[in-house]
């Protein structure tokens, strides 16, 4: 048995990787979605959610930065009044920025006339105290817009700048100060969001697709009927496909770690464990697709039927199981169904993994959830698969 | 004793009857043909033989073996020549040899196998590439891996230009002289007088006589049946052809 298995997964490795075409698909696919959204997401500048507040006697300056800050249209900018409520709510992960103003000492600014022809220009006409405030900036360093909070601090300095030069104010009515926070819970930018997914997503398609392909062609060309007369099994048939797609899978993703690597810079953390780790994790998502696969194409003998049949149960899966974009994001009882899907419990484990070199125990939801799935489709299979 | 021994096997789709009630034997050395139009359960009986079909009502014996579904012991003395010559796409013919054989636990030379049905040239060529000749020829070779005592060719020739039936034939005629056992279904009766030492020819899921080609045109001629010489016996329109064409193989 282990004989014939080793050998037949060798022929099908073999078939695998003579296919140009489909090898070619089961990367391009991945990879032009990587780039894709990747370079898009980079394209448009999201909204900063900025907190404001500020202490006694700053209400005037405090309106007319929301006032400015509003014309502006990319920030969404809300007053506040406790310090620590605004602290918290970075911690939340809730709001990008925290800008507190408050009074410094006041400096002294000469006030000089306006130039006319023929006069000695500028003249000093007298002596102004200006009001100076300093705004300590408190950024949420784990916020996805990070990059974006800092370049809205050093524009709003570059403006201030400009303006108080503008009207010949001599000192600057800013001081500043840049405090850098941490939400309890690190938030990745949307390109390590997206890769993890990416990854998971492409781990299914590939293994479904190439699994019903292989099924249906095998089952339609009659080379099933004449493997039926050969002593190789249903289990040894079914083991090897198992096995091949396994260890094409994992060649495909390790492939596509690299390339996520060296062209976004995206690297998983958490070292050889986190390598191990994505490793279970991916074999469990094999076994979980092998199977499902298998269910599929017990539904149809016919290419025309099983493909389309295939891409309802993928498609659906592909645009709720959070690849693009958050689980969070959907509403609560939609949220509550593509929970349990298959892609999702491998999104998620894969992410937790690569993003935030999470163990296995952590992830201990998502490896049952597939755990579950498999024994599930495994079951099915028992029942309704046939030779023909 | 008889090498293959078919006791009224019968076969139903659903309401349709593919099989009713086939019985016949089949002696050591002997090739044995099973004649008769599309659909005339052919392909059924000999499927039920091999082990792919389940038989649902009667017995089957091969070399004293009961045939049954997916049972070993009968796969390691059959060879199979299915009417579908479909494999591997992207593997050499040398590479499904040794796969097959690799099934049934033996090391073979695919070279020997490739040899016997003159594709030896072929053996680095992938499936995919081969003609349909190759592809029938090649079928038989696969057949061969497990060195079986019986063989089962269904439609071998079927699609076939002349210079490759011809071919096949020969092929068919050699197996015939190393001692094996043959069933040869066709629809082509100059193939069966021919090849086959005896035939049935069948319709509608049964046997409607059995005998050797001799027999049965003896038998016919018996009933007063005279025919209408259309042109010279001593040549036909397919000996024309093969000596403008000559016996080479195409592919």
């Known amino acids: ?388 | 004793m008889s090498v293959i021994e078919v006791k009224d096997i019968k076969k139903k789709y659903g309401e349709v009857v593919a099989v009713s009630g086939v019985s016949f034997s089949v002696e050591k050395g002997e090739v044995f043909g099973l004649l008769g139009p599309n659909g005339a359960g052919k392909t059924t009986t000999v499927e039920m033989l091999e082990g792919i079909t389940k038989i649902d009502e009667g017995e089957a014996f091969i070399e004293g073996i009961k045939v049954s579904q997916n049972n070993h012991t009968l796969q390691n003395i059959i060879g199979v020549s299915l009417q579908s010559n479909n494999f591997f796409d992207d593997l050499s013919l040398a590479e499904i040899l040794s796969l097959f054989a690799s099934f049934f636990n033996i090391k073979i030379n695919p070279k020997e196998y490739l040899e016997e049905v003159t594709l030896v040239e072929k053996s680095k060529t992938k499936f995919k590439e081969i003609s349909g000749g190759q592809k029938q020829r090649f079928t038989i070779a696969l057949a061969l891996v497990n060195n079986p005592k019986v063989l089962f060719l269904d439609e071998p020739t079927t699609g076939l230009d002349p210079q490759s039936r011809r071919h096949l034939w020969d092929i068919v005629e050699g197996l015939k002289e190393k001692g094996k056992t043959i069933i040869l279904t066709t629809h082509f009766m100059d193939e069966a007088e021919r090849l086959a030492d005896r035939v049935a020819v069948m319709d509608s899921g049964k046997i409607l006589k059995m005998g050797t080609p001799t027999e049965l045109i003896q038998d016919l001629i018996k009933t007063g049946f005279k025919k209408k010489i259309v042109a010279d016996e001593r040549a036909n329109l397919e000996d024309v052809f093969i000596d403008l064409t000559g016996k080479n193989l195409r592919d």
């Open chain 1, 1 to 388: 048995m282990i004989k014939r298995i080793y050998s037949f997964t060798i022929a099908s490795l073999k078939m695998t990787f003579r296919n140009r075409f489909a090898l070619m698909m089961s990367f391009f696919f991945p990879i032009a979605l990587i780039l894709a959204f990747g370079f898009f997401n980079n394209s448009s500048a999201p909204k900063l959610n900025i907190d404001i507040l500020g202490s006694k006697n700053t209400s005037t300056i405090q309106n007319n930065i929301v006032t400015e800050l509003k014309k502006s249209g990319n920030v969404n900018i809300k007053k506040i009044s406790t310090l620590s409520y605004g602290k918290n709510k970075i911690k939340n992960n809730s709001i990008d920025l925290l800008m507190y103003i408050t009074p410094s000492a006041s400096s002294f600014s000469r006030i000089f006339t306006k130039c006319n022809v023929g006069k000695a220009c500028p003249q000093l006409v007298g002596i102004k105290s200006i009001p100076n405030y300093k705004i300590s900036f408190y950024v949420n360093k784990f916020s996805t817009n990070l990059t974006y909070a800092e370049l809205f601090i050093s524009g709003f300095k570059y403006n201030a700048l400009k303006s108080v030069v503008s009207v010949n104010h001599i000192s600057l009515p800013f001081t500043y100060s840049q405090t850098f926070l941490t939400s309890g819970k690190e938030e990745n930018s949307y390109i390590d969001f997206l890769i993890p997914g990416v990854l998971a997503l492409a781990l299914m398609q590939g293994i479904i697709f190439a699994v019903i392909n292989i099924i249906v062609n095998y089952k339609e060309l009659g080379v099933l009927r004449r493997l039926a007369v050969t002593p190789l099994t249903k289990s040894d048939f079914i083991a090897s496909l198992t096995i091949t797609r396994l260890i094409f899978g994992l060649i495909q993703i390790a492939i596509l770690i690299v390339i996520a690597a060296v062209f976004l810079n995206v690297i998983p953390v958490g070292g050889v464990f986190g390598f191990a780790n994505l490793t279970v994790v991916i074999i469990l998502g094999a076994l979980m697709f092998v199977t499902l696969a298998l269910i599929i194409s017990t539904i149809s003998n016919k290419t025309a039927t099983v493909f389309p049949i295939a891409n309802l149960i993928t498609l659906p899966m592909l645009f709720l199981s959070g690849i693009f974009f958050p689980v969070k994001n959907l509403p609560s009882w939609l949220r509550s169904i593509v929970n349990l899907l298959p892609l999702t419990y491998l999104a998620n484990a894969l992410r937790g993994i690569y993003d935030h070199g999470y163990s296995l125990l952590t992830i201990h939801n998502d490896l049952i959830g597939m755990a579950v799935w498999i024994i599930i489709f495994f079951l099915l299979n028992i029942l309704f698969f046939k030779w023909e």
